[in-house]
């Protein structure tokens, strides 16, 4: 596995290339997936810093209201990594 900082620079740079970018078919959802790659290593690899995870989550939230088309497989990893947090936030 890469190391959290390589994932971190990787979604950074995914973010600043298709930040703006909508196709037809839901192309940029691979923005999503960095963050949602970004947002497992954050939980499990930093036991679960909530504020580093909120802040992923938050970007991941406001890509997807921008994408036409998403994965009901990208769909589900977003909801199951929400659960999380909340799961966290509430002990």
Aim: hydrophobic share 45%.
């Amino acid at each position: 596995m890469p190391s959290l900082d390589l994932v971190d620079e990787w979604a950074i740079v995914m973010e600043s290339l298709l930040k703006e970018v909508v196709t037809v078919n839901g192309s940029e959802q691979v923005l999503l997936e960095s963050l949602i790659y970004q947002a497992l290593l954050i939980y499990f690899y930093k036991n679960g810093d909530s504020d580093e995870l909120f802040k992923v989550l938050a970007k991941v939230r406001d890509a997807l209201f921008t994408v036409t088309f998403c994965s009901p497989e990208t769909i589900i990893c977003i909801q199951i990594l929400t659960g999380l947090y909340f799961e966290e936030k509430r002990d």
